[in-house]
């Protein structure tokens, strides 16, 4: 599997949770990412991204007052051509359909491990770029 372009990337990681985004976090690097935010919130991720205008954003789920997928949806007409994945301690079934209904472009369940998270966002990579070629 090619991770051409994976640790060149820049990373928006957006969760509520300290622990968590620094567990991400943490992944990233062991994979070699050296560009990487981070967000607690979505006032923040906004923010961040208009700065920082990320190839990726790893949005949690389930955070206060404004929940991922609707951040989604914001964080989209800010960077359209972002690669979004939705990282969440949820295994429920109705959050992974809502998740492809929302054409979230990936989607991993805490903790994650390296080798799963870098496959699933070269997988992430290589359907966005299928699905928004012109």
């Known amino acids: 599997m090619n ?3 994976i640790k060149q990337s820049s ?6 949770d300290e622990f968590s985004r620094e567990f991400i976090v943490n992944v ?9 935010h981070t967000a607690h919130d979505a006032e923040t991720a906004l923010r961040l991204a208009k700065q920082f ?6 949005l949690d789920i389930y955070m206060p007052e404004v929940d991922g997928w609707a951040l989604l949806e914001k964080l989209r007409r800010e960077a359209p051509s972002m690669v979004t994945l939705m990282i969440t301690g949820s295994v429920r079934p109705e959050d992974f359909k809502k998740s492809l209904d929302k ?9 994650v491990r390296a080798d799963l998270l870098e496959r699933s966002l070269i997988q992430a ?10």
Do not use: W, Y
Not at 11 to 16: E, G, I, N, R
Not at 126 to 134: A, D, G, P, Q
């Open 3 to 5: 991770d051409s372009g």
């Open 103 to 111: 054409h979230v472009d990936g989607f991993c369940i805490k903790p």
């Open 125 to 134: 990579r290589n359907s966005r770029r299928v699905t928004h070629e012109f």
């Open 28 to 36: 990233l690097k062991h994979i070699g990412v050296t560009q990487c």
């Open 11 to 16: 990373f928006l990681v957006v969760d509520d």
């Open 53 to 58: 205008r990320p190839d990726f954003v790893l």
